[in-house]
């Protein structure tokens, strides 16, 4: 019996499995300061224990998309080693924050299966969560994913599709305990603009770009252990060159955004995202934001931001139009990653 | 109106405005591990908790340029994102060591201001400080930069030329409290030479070399949160390389120097410092050294050793020969910095 | 006086010489953050408090492989700062778990001298200690390199050639103190196979494979403050490309491994080990391991494999054959590492 870890093919999987993931990790300041030597990071909620403190919280927290990748690292053995594509995410919510010290496990549950035409693949839905060391469940999100029949003549399941939210619901998201941005200091916080400021349909161009580079994306790729081998062996790319991780690219262009986004100091929900077009090493990341919908919290200072987060490649952001007139995505966009962030009122 | 950060023209400034700068930042013992994994680094105070308590102080302190780079990058967006050349540093002290869990803040004051002749852009002098969480002063330097004009027909304003030192005086010197060489070991740091086999005039060929890495700067500009899109997007070269932050070079040439001057295990003072020519990666970077000036301190087991600190790219240091007989630099240098260093004397 | 250090030459050697080595190393949560960034580290008990906490031990000890390299490249300025060729390593022993705040220092013996016939070089063999901040021996290995004279007209020294075990007995394998497999979670650990299921002769194909990088093996050595210019000076290679320091092959290769050896949680012993050929950049790597000895220990639930570690590059593991007919290395193989693992027992 081999073994190594063949990974799950589609007619491994039922609706209603349950699998725990392998591999807690404990993260650390060490983690803090290597997402903020691979990604342009400014927010100073997760750059300074005393800004934190000064909004409430006990300390600087871990970025809200470090712990995602954490926990999205842990799934990939069981989820989506045999995966054709990464098709979406949605029903994201941020519940917990995460500091240095604590130890993360994810767990997932199979909530849908459809073979596709072809009888070659399927999608799998799960719902993923993340869990500290105390039992608190600190993210929570679903994802779909294309994968592979180990055999193409296996039986096709009942095909079950599961209706997720267009987005979370603004009440439904989780205000870390403690926040409070009412004492609020803009200047340190390095932007004037707070959630008042901002209106639906608003367009940001963030303007900062940056070029991608493999030893970058595999050691970050490799911090959050995820192990897909695409990202790092040639050869399971028929020697093309490595494919970036599409969470790679997410953490940049949220990085790239603060430059217009400053006071988005929290990543609360994730409605969707979908991976447009694969980055590989030598392209040139940028980044525009469009401002989808606001909402008050049940914290007076604390508003939440819907916000589209577009990446395009190799060219600045330009006339930020997501897609042309035949409702394809424009040329050069590689990310439109659909989330809620939590900002200072005034 | 944009939101993103447009940064300051020359006629944005005006002589004793003072200005806080953003992003205060939490150091981490995750610093001074990936300090060491980009610069070669072996100086045993930055290496050892147990070899820094021996020498009087606390704990092991963050490396003196990690904590000038932490302050330099806060002060980009307002000093230098429309900047042209960064021209010079001087008067520069270091003043209280940085610990992990320390948390910096910057502020700069404007101290001088000189239009260019071509009327395009102007010279701003600033002088900055960063702080600790404890509002302890823990560098200090001023910066000079040429600044491009937003406007080229604005009026030029009064200028104002500040008169710097050609050096700090060795009288000056903050030596870290506690501080204390008189049991220091010689074998641990690796080095037999003490400050009183010094002599000025004396040469060192610093012999090792290093290729440098696209990776690997960045990683270390992002850390410092400087974020001049000339290190990270070819777009803002015209598609030439991506330019090497200088404070990078600066942390490779010290890391170098440790060979040959092993013990010269903390910057006091920064005398000056130039960019001579930019480097881009592929570039290799050798280094040596010239003793300038030796001094005593209040510590009778510290001596302050004024150093001439030179970077040269591509072809190893060889004659050491600083400048031409025109004045002008040795083809090959790309950094001429001058500061004090404290070692034990015998 | 020149105050660069020169290293030592085979000239300079005797056998009964103990050399301290410089620059002791505070180790950190950094530090295994960084390691899991370098290499696809996923051993669980690496990776997580809450998980070494339930075998017994008080926290996520730092990976063996790391405290080997911490401990390694202090020894290079003494050692093999003019060596021709790293040898081989036997005897190896890892003795106590290295947890982050430990400081460790290096110590070696010469124990072995043998000129070589053509009178230029000799074969130098040392065993070296590493010893925490308490004093307790961490790690204790040998190594022997090939090191060139600096006066090729020197006498030759009375050959001293040491007798090393061809592994180290299981007996004398060290268990940490307090660890306890007989409550391992094997579904955190991510995988099912235990000591129980290898057999001697078993090979396994790791399958996953990785492409090696400059900034990456740079950023490795330099964490480990090994300063051979080859690994970073092109000119110190004539122009070739920089060679990968063989440690960093190690790491990787061991990681690697975790895919079929997923529950091989810590390395107790390093019985033998050759860098059969050489990488550098741009090369994959890929491992295969054999199943080469198994042995109960002193604590029932903890069983001890020894296992041979092969590295290959550029084309996968295939059919795992190390020597062809003629006893060379096969094609490809870059290294042939021999240890003890500890596995949880059923």
Redesign the interface.
């Known amino acids: 019996m081999?073994?190594?870890?063949p990974g799950n093919f589609f007619e491994d999987y039922h609706v209603g499995q349950r699998m725990?993931h392998?591999?807690?990790?404990?993260v650390?300041?060490?983690?803090?300061?290597?997402y903020?030597?691979?990604?342009?990071?400014?927010f100073?909620l997760q750059?300074?224990?005393?800004?934190a403190r000064a909004c409430g919280l006990p300390a600087?927290p871990l970025d809200n998309l470090a712990a995602f990748h954490v926990v999205f690292g842990k799934t990939v053995?069981d989820i989506s080693l045999n995966a054709v594509a990464n098709l979406g995410y949605g029903e994201g919510r941020l519940l917990t924050p995460v500091y240095?010290?604590d130890?993360l496990?994810a767990a997932s549950e199979v909530i849908g299966l459809k073979q596709n035409s072809s009888g070659k693949t399927g999608v799998v839905w799960v719902r993923t969560t993340g869990e500290n060391?105390r039992g608190e469940t600190v993210i929570e999100y679903c994802r779909w994913v294309m994968v592979r029949k180990r055999d193409a003549g296996a039986p096709a399941p009942e095909s079950v599709v599961p209706e997720l939210a267009e987005a979370v619901d603004a009440s439904e998201l989780a205000i870390p305990e403690g926040l409070d941005f009412s004492r609020y200091d803009e200047?340190?916080?390095?932007?004037p603009?707070f959630w008042d400021?901002y209106l639906p349909g608003e367009k940001?161009?963030?303007?900062?770009?940056?070029?991608l580079?493999?030893?970058?994306h595999?050691?970050?790729t490799?911090?959050w252990?995820n192990?897909a081998?695409v990202h790092?062996?040639?050869?399971?790319r028929d020697g093309a060159p490595?494919l970036i991780y599409g969470g790679h690219i997410i953490s940049m262009a949220r990085a790239l955004s603060f430059?217009?986004?400053?006071n988005a100091q929290l990543i609360s929900g994730i409605n969707g995202g979908a991976h447009v077009a694969p980055c590989v090493a030598g392209d040139?990341v940028y980044a525009w934001s469009e401002v989808l919908d606001k909402s008050e919290t049940a914290v007076p200072s604390v508003g939440a931001l819907r916000l589209r987060l577009v990446a395009v490649k190799n060219t600045?952001a330009g006339d930020m139009i997501l897609r042309g007139e035949d409702g394809k995505y424009s040329p050069g966009v590689v990310l439109d990653f659909d989330y809620w962030a939590l900002m200072p009122r005034r």
């Open positions: 081999s073994k190594t870890i725990i392998a591999t807690p990790r404990t650390t300041v060490g983690d803090r300061t290597i903020g030597a691979l990604y342009p990071n400014r100073a750059s300074s224990d005393e800004f600087s053995p240095p010290g130890t496990t060391q200047t340190l916080s390095g932007s603009h400021d940001i161009d963030h303007v900062d770009g940056c070029k580079e493999d030893a970058e595999m050691m970050a490799r911090l252990q192990t081998r790092f062996d040639p050869a399971a490595r430059n217009g986004l400053g040139t600045p």
